[in-house]
């Protein structure tokens, strides 16, 4: 274990020397406060502390956020080190090549960790500037905040994958963006034409929930905004989060970054240096 | 026992035969050179060992165990051609790194660097580092742990002449304690008096593999001689000895080594008309490209 620990000490150590730290904690950082400003709106009528609100607001900004920055950081991850030329050497070592993988998610995980907490921290402070009750919303921000890091754990891996097939950084990022794309962006614009085509079918009943499950990014909204009756009241989709259950949300995106980390260890051991 | 043996070992990629029928080993102890010209192999051969890539036919143990195998690696050092680090640690963090990958304390990375010379630089990052400096950091990472079988590719190259025999004197330590030792190299100028046994690769296939002397005997190449005629003589002189070029004072003789003795001894005789005699033996460039090129017809 001591050999995946200083694997993931010299990762973070890079990622900070790299501004990767920075960049990410600085982006987390300004989106929250935006959220955190723009939701200034009397909230009285929904029944709903400020913070709560906020964490709504969060949610959905973090849907799109953490993905990106996930897929962002990992996709050096292996790309990287087959371009400098350095993972020949690091694999003639006695570790195993889930160790490695194992170190470098570890710093990046610390990574996001910390960008959320700075992050979710400062919309959090500015909630309870604005209002005295806030403190009803603290559960809803911690779930949003293991949430986040289990999401980015899962777009971590689907990186390191995508990383170990493309074996460029080059590509591997051009991979990234696309993936983004398509599983947080079309994804859920593909699944809002068919139900409206569908107009209330067997799609939108029986096969609709399956898709918006399978989507890590997704059922972390869902799990987030049905988990808190109040966040969803706020965020205007009670209806569509009541459909399915939070605990099969939770189930998703706990599962998605066991399988994208076994799915990126099986692309990485065959990478020959 | 063997701490490296290669046998019958074949490696192709597509079309291209890498590695044919390679044979070759290494005893505790021993520093053998491997050359060869740039694609002979060597890097895969070495890439084989190391467990790095799989090989097509034939077997190899490693101090004993399968190729890239935990008991293997546990005890193999590597340093790549052209070692390469992330640029953004520092020489220390990343000798740290890879003590604690040995599960050794980082807190010898800085006897490392010293011993390697890099001891004033090991705070400074990688990234400004020269190729002769980061082919130290590669030879300190190497010398982690004692290890019982070092394979080098190509490890002088980028290194100046004081650094090479600097670094030839380590080899010799690690040798001395017992650590077998395979390194590459494509020019038998850089390794000649400093390895005990020479392996000569051409494309894929070992062409030899015998001590310096062994090589230059089985060779069996030609002597040259120079001799220096009296001023005036040197047509005297060539007539003499039948001997082809020359060039007003100096006469050019080449004869096969075991005629050698005979030779001067004609030239001795000629006494007065001769005022110097030069022996030039086979160069090791002659002889490696004997080897190089007499699997290549």
Not at chain 2, 265 to 271: K, S, W
């Amino acid at each position: 274990m001591t050999a995946a620990l200083g694997l993931a000490g010299c990762e973070f150590r890079i990622a900070l020397r790299n501004r990767w730290v920075a960049i990410v904690i600085a982006m987390m950082a300004l989106f929250a406060l935006v959220l955190a400003a723009a939701g200034s709106a009397p909230t009285g009528a929904l029944g709903a502390d400020r913070l709560s609100v906020t964490v709504a607001s969060l949610t959905s900004l973090a849907v799109y956020l953490v993905p990106l920055v996930a897929l962002l950081m990992s996709f050096d991850a292996i790309a990287g080190e087959v371009e400098r030329g350095t993972l020949p050497l690091l694999l003639t070592y006695p570790v195993s090549r889930g160790r490695v993988l194992l170190g470098k998610a570890a710093a990046h995980l610390a990574t996001l960790a910390i960008a959320f907490a700075v992050g979710y921290g400062l919309a959090a402070g500015a909630a309870f500037a604005v209002d005295a009750e806030a403190a009803r919303g603290l559960p809803a921000l911690w779930r949003l905040f293991w949430s986040s890091l289990l999401l980015g754990a899962g777009f971590l891996g689907i990186g390191y994958a995508l990383a170990a097939v493309a074996r460029r950084p080059g590509a591997a990022a051009g991979l990234a963006i696309g993936l983004w794309l398509v599983a947080i962006v079309l994804y859920d614009l593909g699944l809002l034409a068919a139900v409206v085509a569908d107009g209330g079918g067997a799609f939108t009943t029986d096969v609709f929930p399956w898709l918006l499950l399978a989507n890590p990014a997704d059922a972390f909204r869902l799990f987030n905004l049905a988990s808190s009756e109040a966040t969803a009241a706020a965020a205007g989709v009670g209806g569509a989060a009541a459909a399915i259950p939070a605990w099969q949300a939770l189930l998703s995106i706990t599962l998605w970054p066991l399988a994208a980390f076994a799915l990126a260890l099986q692309a990485f051991r065959k990478v020959t240096p | 026992m063997t701490h490296l043996i290669l046998s019958r070992l074949t490696k192709t990629f597509g079309r291209e035969t890498a590695l044919d029928d390679v044979s070759l080993s290494v005893a505790p102890g021993e520093r053998v050179a491997l050359l060869g010209h740039n694609g002979a192999g060597k890097s895969t051969l070495m890439k084989i060992v190391l467990g790095l890539i799989p090989a097509d036919a034939g077997r190899v143990e490693v101090l004993g165990a399968p190729p890239g195998s935990p008991q293997a690696r546990a005890q193999v050092a590597y340093l790549p051609e052209n070692a390469a680090f992330h640029p953004a640690l520092t020489g220390e963090e990343q000798m740290g790194l890879y003590l604690r990958l040995r599960g050794q304390s980082p807190r010898d990375a800085r006897p490392l660097l010293d011993r390697v010379g890099l001891g004033s630089a090991a705070t400074r990052r990688i990234g400004t580092y020269s190729k002769g400096m980061r082919q130290r950091v590669g030879l300190a990472q190497a010398l982690i742990g004692r290890p019982r079988l070092l394979i080098l590719d190509e490890p002088t190259s980028g290194l100046d002449p004081v650094s090479r025999r600097e670094f030839y004197a380590i080899l010799d330590d690690l040798a001395a304690d017992g650590a077998a030792i395979l390194l590459s190299s494509h020019a038998l100028t850089e390794v000649e008096a400093r390895t005990d046994r020479i392996a000569i690769l051409s494309r894929g296939v070992v062409v030899a593999d015998d001590t310096l002397a062994g090589l230059r005997r089985n060779a069996a190449l030609p002597t040259r001689m120079q001799i220096a005629a009296r001023p005036g003589a040197a047509d005297e002189v060539a007539e003499a000895l039948q001997a082809g070029g020359r060039n007003g004072v100096t006469v050019d003789l080449v004869c096969a080594a075991d005629e050698k003795l005979d030779r001067l001894g004609r030239i001795a005789a000629l006494g007065p008309l001769v005022e110097d005699v030069e022996i030039l033996p086979p160069s090791l460039k002659d002889i490696y490209d004997h080897y190089s090129r007499r699997e290549a017809k």
